[in-house]
């Protein structure tokens, strides 16, 4: 069973920074896996925000591609989140997820299709 706990939510001013961590307790059981973050603000739809695969590719929405950078520890089971130049559009619970037989491509990152879910961590971003 893989669990995923997400941390490093918080409220900051626009401009500010922020880096999200999950953890990963178990192993997928999977030859390709997908790692993503999740976020939806209130009142919109879930939108993938950025991911990476078991091979180190990644993805983001254009809406964060400059300014988020997604990474992982396979050694230590942690995936990250650094988010810089936050604005308060940024403001969401983010997810993180895992999708098993998975592969990163160039289109944007899918909210869907996820096989595991951290409970989440909420980011605001005031202005």
């Known amino acids: 069973q893989v669990q995923l706990e997400e941390s490093g939510g918080g409220s900051v001013q626009s401009g500010g920074s922020l880096k999200l961590s999950c953890v990963v307790s178990g192993s997928i059981r999977a030859s390709k896996w997908c790692m993503v973050w999740i976020r939806q603000a209130p009142g919109k739809e879930r939108e993938g925000v950025a991911s990476?695969?078991?091979?180190?590719?990644?993805s983001y929405a254009d809406s964060v591609k400059g300014r988020f950078t997604i990474s992982q520890d396979t050694a230590k089971n942690m995936l990250y989140l650094q988010m810089n130049d936050l604005s308060p559009e940024d403001t969401a619970m983010y997810y993180c997820?895992?999708?098993?037989?998975?592969?990163?491509?160039?289109?944007?990152?899918?909210?869907?299709?996820?096989?595991?879910w951290g409970k989440g961590t909420l980011v605001t971003i005031s202005s």
């Open positions: 997820a895992a999708a098993a037989f998975c592969v990163v491509t160039s289109s944007p990152p899918s909210s869907y299709g996820m096989d595991y």
């Open positions: 990476i695969d078991s091979d180190g590719d990644s």
